[in-house]
């Protein structure tokens, strides 16, 4: 098994370039590290924010503050407040995230989510 070592490093989140990843409806803000075979960002979504396309990529998310809706195209929801955390494998589901108010997210996501 190949493991990528990664050496002790704090993250600055406020040094990071912030990125806008327009959605269906509202916008994301990325901040993101990219590290070899790891993927780590703080994602905001603005009030009304519904992503433009269903994700199959594994990914852990923590919500740090506000609310989403994860949304499964199998029909499934999850709302998702301050404090709570899903864990989903590459191509274990079909989602995709929306919220009315807004959310701050830490997103981890790398070959480590592999099925």
Not at 8 to 24: F, L, M, N
Request: aromatic residues 10%; charged residues 25%.
């Amino acid at each position: 098994m190949n493991r990528d070592v990664y050496p002790y490093q704090a993250i600055d989140w406020a040094s990071v370039p912030r990125t806008e990843h327009k959605g269906e409806t509202g916008t994301s803000f990325w901040r993101t590290v990219q590290l070899p075979g790891l993927r780590v960002r703080i994602v905001e979504y603005t009030e009304g924010y519904l992503a433009d396309h269903w994700c199959q990529k594994g990914h852990i998310v923590h919500c740090l503050d506000g609310e989403f809706i994860n949304e499964q195209e199998n029909g499934a929801r999850t709302v998702m407040t301050k404090g709570m955390t899903y864990v989903v494998s590459d191509g274990a589901s079909s989602h995709r995230s929306r919220t009315e108010g807004g959310a701050t997210l830490l997103i981890v996501d790398g070959d480590f989510l592999k099925a």
